[in-house]
């Protein structure tokens, strides 16, 4: 069975870090690009980043570009975000899911997600 | 505000056909294909429609798919009280670069 599991989320402070990570089973982890979807309370969808297979590639949205970092360990079948100078609107259940690559929202499957709440 | 409009909420009764709007532009829907996710609360996202109209392996053949220029429709047959749940389109988005998410139609049933 296809698994992925999140796990790092918390309360920090604004301007503070937190490094969130998926762990992954159930497939060949290293053949997979993977993503970042967030939603913040009770709002929609917004995807934050991927990760190529390899590692060679990375995007973001516009919005976490220099503060959140992507990558993963294909030895260790995990994929990591690293969440710096964290603001009070990146407040959200962060999911990690599996990417079928290329231009296209094709997400599947999802982990349970972890919350990550910003605040003083 | 998304730039793909979906309808904030939609309803119908047992056994009805609903379906559900996702608007976008050339940039997205216009030259890339929609997808479509399904959330109940509290719960992770499930891919319902991928490629416009293509349903993964489980998902009944109630859910339906179309694009026609730079609008999109999730159809629902033989609406049952299990598929209420909030709806998502997806697009890549060629001026973004990346994937954009419609602001999600909480699906009622009545």
């Known amino acids: 069975e296809v698994q992925l599991v999140e796990s790092g989320g918390g309360l920090v402070q604004p301007g503070g870090s937190l490094r969130l990570s998926c762990e992954a089973s159930?497939?060949?982890?290293?053949?997979?690009?993977m993503s970042w979807v967030r939603q913040a309370p009770g709002k929609g969808l917004e995807w934050v980043a991927n990760?190529?297979?390899?590692?060679?590639?990375?995007y973001y949205v516009d919005s976490v570009k220099g503060r959140f970092t992507i990558s993963r360990d294909n030895a260790k079948n995990s994929l990591y975000l690293q969440l710096n100078s964290l603001r009070a609107e990146d407040t959200a259940v962060y999911y990690c899911?599996?990417?079928?690559?290329?231009?296209?929202?094709?997400?599947?499957?999802w982990g349970q997600g972890t919350l990550v709440t910003v605040s003083s | 505000q998304s730039l793909l409009t979906q309808p904030p909420s939609a309803s119908g009764t047992p056994g009805q056909r609903v379906t559900i709007s996702c608007s976008g532009s050339?940039?997205?829907?216009?030259?890339?294909?929609v997808y479509w996710y399904q959330q109940f609360p509290g719960t992770a996202p499930k891919l319902l429609i991928y490629?416009?109209?293509l349903r993964p392996p489980g998902v009944p053949d109630r859910f339906s798919g179309s694009k026609s220029g730079t609008s999109a429709s999730l159809a629902i047959s033989g609406l049952r009280s299990e598929d209420e749940a909030d709806y998502y389109c997806?697009?890549?988005?060629?001026?973004?670069?990346?994937?954009?998410f419609g602001g999600g139609t909480k699906l009622t049933v009545l």
């Open positions: 899911a599996r990417d079928h690559g290329g231009p296209s929202p094709w997400f599947d499957p």
């Open positions: 159930g497939f060949i982890f290293s053949t997979y690009w």
């Open positions: 990760i190529k297979e390899d590692g060679s590639e990375k």
């Open positions: 050339s940039s997205n829907i216009g030259n890339n294909y």
């Open positions: 490629s416009n109209n």
């Open positions: 997806a697009a890549w988005d060629d001026s973004l670069s990346g994937p954009l």
